[in-house]
């Protein structure tokens, strides 16, 4: 296995772009190079272009806060997530380079009854699934994670939490370094600082998308863009269901290692883990307004912090040391978007919202299924765009809206 | 965090407001696909928008706020009983 932390200059080539592909992808990020690396390696299909505006990986696969895991509510949605955590098992060895993947077991907590309530639910519907979850008393959540607070004299008491320990993080840009070099090696063009303008459509087919290097012939086009979503969309003249806003993480000073797991909480908005440098990686809630300057409000921070310290007293000498956003693309029922569009050949994969990077191996394996058959895999079928007009949501509000 | 002016209290901090996005107005032909329009589909642009804040702590009225999405600068608010801004 190639050690991690190669220089990635070496990693992928730099092509010049040809004038025609079988599959253009809109977006360098992690989806859309898993979208390539799949159609090459499970479909033959290496006629590829991922074209990307500015560098791969510069958007949100540089500004999430990596938690992986299945534990999702909904019958839709528990095998697609957990298709993506087998393959996340065994995508290092598949990619031949490391990501770092740790699973160091996920902790969802609960603070009210209701909450425990809805919590059980969850792991039991898991347990059906074959999904590995435990639901643990205040007293194992702290035997499990000791630096929590389990005190019943604060504002919003632990009283309980689910625990999948399959679950865990993996280190976001060796992800991307991996998936890049894998698609690269196996025939795909990664077009960097290509930006999309336009798509030629004539007779509600696409032919081709302007690019800010010149026009590109795609036999199939397939957005990838995530926040920038709705952007490409309007230049198809095409409408989606998604909102883009900001979503915000902060990361501490390096300190020793006093967290051995991911904790999330809900209610609080508040999930942290601890990074192999030591940074203690926290993810917030959304700004809900509509934006595109990868910032959000300070407020968002500020109760954030709050609710960490409440949990976790230890971090009130923890310096903040960076903070970021990135921009989420949010659908109705906090649910992807999958497959096909009204224009013939464009096919969008969007709405993963908050909770993308856990998908990523996922993503790209049943969006290049899509593209490559025309048509849905069985697990991305409940996740057509037609679901807001047939009314068939695939709602994870509640269950997972917040908590990615 | 966002300074907004609303209409009848003046500026207040973004905490005292709630979101609304983009104003859709209730159809009175409700086929699924203008049903779903209705429901589900809101704008989403980049650069000047014109979306709806409910001051939520304050006098509790829905208004216009137009701000650009790439700045988040606010140029304009107003009641709903006016013209638009």
Redesign the interface.
Known sequence: MEPAFQNPALLWRNPTRKASYDVVIVGGGLHGLATAYYLAKNHGIQNVAVVERGWLGNGNAVRNTTIIRSNYLREESMPLYELSLKLWETLAADLDYDMLFDPRGVLALAHTKAEANETRRTVYANRLHGIDAEWLEPEEVKAFCPILNISRQVRYPVVGASLQRRAGIARHDLVMFALARGASARGIDLLQGCEVTGFRIVDNRVHAVETSQGAIAAGTVALAGAGRT??LA?MAGL??????TPLQALVSDGLEAVLNCVVMSGLLHVYVSQAKNGGLVMGAARD??????Q?G???ILEWQIQAALELYPIMSRAHMLRTWAGIVDVS?DASPIIGRTPVENLFVNCGWGTGGFKATPVSGFVYAHTLAHGKPHALNAPFSLER???GALVDEHGAAAVAH | MLLITCPCCGPREENEFRYGGEGVAIPTEADERTWARFLYYRDSPAGLFTERWVHTHGCRQWFLVVRDTLTHEISATSRLDEAPP
């Open positions: 709705p952007l309007r409408d989606l269901p998604i909102q883009s809900n307004y509509v934006s595109y300057a910032r409000s300070f407020n109705p807001f007009e047939t």
